[in-house]
């Protein structure tokens, strides 16, 4: 399992010299968010294109905490709570959350993953069959994985090509967490951005992971 290269590269030395971390390097969810005090949670549209299918609603908001720039997100389908940016907007549907920011740039999606339909043991055999997938099927796409000293799996996906109104190529990270008690079951949260913001992105992964409370 390998992580991160270029990357890596153009982050602060601390997070170069500890590459089985991920760390927001000082960042908060301040630096990604609109202070709306939560108004954007009530208008999400449900995009069919952002979010996979027809059938979202706009999830439920927990808490929202204007002071650190963030709305804690309940998606009850999936039973994961996720800490987002103020001014974004959510959705769920009966198998995934969807959270992006107002300029729909950042998107981000949680799963519930069961490993044996996907084919795979745990998470560590799901990470790697999965990076080895999206390299045959998109050859120009960079593809790495590395387990984290949390015992997560982390998936960097550079040149991936753009989706209806994006601008540029994005990065596309994704954090495998296993349960504890059941190495059967998992949960994946993705995080794609564009290309250009890639260094940027990897804190708000970061962000995201430290604030992500699943109920297993």
Not at 61 to 79: H, P, Y
Not at 99 to 119: L, Q, T
Not at 188 to 208: E, F, H, N, Q
Request: aromatic share 8%; no cysteine.
């Amino acid at each position: 399992m390998f992580l991160l290269g270029g990357l890596m590269a153009g982050l602060a030395p601390s997070w170069a010299a500890a590459q089985d971390r991920l760390d927001a390097g000082g960042a908060t969810f301040r630096d990604f968010s609109t202070n709306d005090n939560g108004a954007s949670f009530s208008r999400s549209e449900g995009d069919p294109i952002i979010s996979g299918g027809p059938n979202q609603v706009s999830a439920k908001v927990a808490s929202v905490e204007a002071d650190k720039g963030l709305a804690r997100i309940q998606f009850g389908s999936i039973r994961v709570q996720l800490a987002v940016p103020l001014g974004w907007q959510a959705t769920e549907d009966w198998e995934r959350g969807v959270a992006y920011s107002s300029d729909k740039r950042y998107r981000v999606i949680v799963w519930r993953v069961d490993f044996p339909f996907e084919g795979v043991k745990d998470a560590e055999h799901y990470a790697a069959t999965k990076v080895g997938a999206i390299q045959s099927r998109r050859p120009n796409v960079q593809a790495q994985a590395r387990k984290l000293g949390d015992g997560t799996f982390l998936m960097v996906y550079d040149n991936v090509p753009r989706a209806q109104g994006d601008r540029e190529p994005r990065v596309v990270f994704d954090l495998v967490r296993q349960n504890p008690g059941n190495p059967k079951d998992g949960v994946l949260l993705t995080l794609g951005i564009p290309a250009s913001d890639a260094v940027r992105g990897l804190k708000l992964m970061a962000l995201l992971r430290d604030n992500m409370k699943i109920v297993w």
